[in-house]
């Protein structure tokens, strides 16, 4: 149950850093402008940002999103970690599409889609050990 705890802390961790990310020099270039047509795509390039950023989350430093590293959380595949960078982007991308959902999946049995498609597990790892 701690595991699944620190799974849903660590998401939560990663969501905070990529919307303040994307959110806080869009909203510096959208209050530039008083164009109704730049404030529209200010809003594009800002979900789009936010997109690509959440996606390549687990890419960014090293394989492990940086909620997974403070909550010392590894992706594992096949009892390896994952060192596949393409893996890492579907199990996100897979993740996204039910995310209503994925509390209650980790909750359930600690897999979310992504991990089913994909194949893949997260397991607590020590440094020590």
Do not use: H
């Not at 994307?22 to 402008?33: R, T």
């Not at 008083?34 to 090293?62: E, H, S």
Request: hydrophobic letters at 45%; proline letters at 3%; a positive charge.
């Amino acid at each position: 149950m701690f595991l699944k705890f620190r799974r849903l802390v660590a998401l939560y961790i990663d969501y905070l850093i990529v919307f303040y990310v994307s959110y806080f020099p869009m909203n510096y270039i959208y209050s530039l402008f008083n164009n109704m047509f730049m404030n529209i795509v200010t809003g594009l390039i800002a979900m789009i940002l936010l997109i690509n950023l959440f996606l390549r989350k687990d890419c960014l430093i090293g394989y492990e999103s940086i909620g997974k590293k403070i909550m010392r959380l590894k992706i594992y595949q096949d009892d390896k970690p994952v060192k596949d960078k393409k893996i890492l982007m579907d199990r996100v991308f897979y993740t996204l599409w039910p995310f209503v959902e994925y509390p209650f999946m980790i909750l359930y049995n600690n897999k979310s889609k992504g991990d089913i498609k994909c194949n893949t597990e997260v397991k607590s790892f020590r440094k020590n050990s």
